[in-house]
């Protein structure tokens, strides 16, 4: 099959999960898809109807013809790799993790063998079965197993200790093993309240577990930090969500009993630290004194950055607002898995 037909294919699915979005959204799914997203929040309470959603209206918006042109267009002249079987572990941090290495598989053309995390059994199954009803053949390259087996390459999403366990299974076949990243956005004095309240997605679109989840801000010295907690008032729902709102009060009580330094609004906390990685609840910021040293600053920890969100194009990857809308063609870790699978 030609990248062309399962372009057409894909711009098919795209178009199936818009009305599906659409009928999410008035209320209008089926029982039997309503069962699969309750099932879905059962397991893993984190994904909840707004981000289930979500998921959904980004794979809607970039599934579209040209989009897919535009992002295959590199490959269009390359010959078909001889097919192999990927072993495939998928991260369960947010609804519909995996899912773009799993198209990458269905459209290089070699099969999946896909161990799903225990906190995702259900939605990327859902979602390659929504696939399957547009190509019947999907059934046959993409394969839900509990155990990897007969694989000749890897393709592995986890925490920084779950990647060991994968270096010293997988390692010795091709792969791409990816570990804990953070994202981060940059701040200037330029910066608008709007483009601050578009930055409150980019922190708070599922609850912040995402790899591309704004986890520390870059200020200013001479920053007002008041317009943050004005700018991302209108998440203040957010505190209703139990495992979030417990995440907040133990975290607020272990920094108060260290007499550490916080401030918060009561449903989230900013924390001055220079660590990227921040419990749920928690955003780390730091201040800089000039573009010189921010650029050091982001440089020394370039390996554990995801995405950098700002309006300044020489260092950031991201505009506000559109962290958790990547293009097809942006890749986790900066790993072309296209290329990856079609070089094998």
């Avoid at 991302?232 to 969500?241: A, E, L, N, T």
């Avoid at 920094?255 to 955003?283: C, H, K």
């Avoid at 950055?305 to 559109?322: A, L, R």
Wanted: hydrophobic residues 40%.
């Amino acid at each position: 099959m030609t990248f062309g037909t399962k372009i057409q294919i894909l711009s098919e699915f795209g178009k199936k999960l818009n009305k599906l979005s659409r009928d999410f959204n008035d209320n209008n799914i089926s029982v039997h898809e309503e069962g699969v997203f309750r099932q879905a929040s059962a397991v893993n309470p984190w994904f909840t109807s707004d981000n289930i959603l979500h998921g959904i209206r980004y794979w809607a918006t970039v599934l579209e013809e040209r989009s897919l042109e535009k992002w295959l267009a590199e490959f269009e002249s390359e010959s078909a790799p001889e097919a192999k079987t990927i072993g495939v572990i998928t991260a369960g941090n947010i609804p519909f993790a995996g899912l773009h290495d799993l198209l990458c598989i269905y459209l290089s053309g070699h099969k999946a063998v896909i161990k799903t995390s225990s906190d995702d059994p259900v939605l990327t199954r859902w979602m390659v079965s929504v696939l399957s009803e547009i190509d019947p053949n999907v059934g046959r390259q993409l394969v839900f197993q509990d155990r990897l087996s007969g694989i000749d390459a890897v393709i592995a999403t986890g925490s920084n200790n779950s990647a060991r366990y994968f270096e010293y299974y997988f390692g010795k076949y091709p792969h791409i093993i990816r570990k804990n990243r953070n994202s981060v956005a940059v701040i200037t004095p330029e910066t608008t309240d709007d483009q601050l309240r578009r930055l409150a997605d980019d922190v708070f679109v599922y609850f912040g577990l995402g790899c591309r989840s704004v986890s520390k801000l870059y200020l200013p010295h001479t920053f007002d930090i008041q317009r943050i907690f004005a700018a991302f008032y209108d998440w203040k729902h957010i505190i209703q969500h139990h495992r979030y709102a417990s995440n907040y009060d133990y975290n607020r009580v272990v920094y108060m009993m260290g007499n550490e330094s916080i401030l918060e609004n009561g449903f989230f906390i900013l924390r001055q630290n220079s660590d990227l990685a921040t419990p749920v609840s928690v955003v780390h910021y730091e201040f800089y004194e000039n573009e010189i040293q921010l650029q050091s600053e982001i440089s020394k920890k370039k390996s554990s950055i995801q995405c950098i969100i700002g309006s300044q194009k020489e260092i950031c990857t991201d505009d506000f607002g559109h962290a958790q809308w990547p293009s097809l063609s942006t890749y986790a870790d900066g790993i072309n898995t296209m290329k990856f699978l079609m070089d094998l």
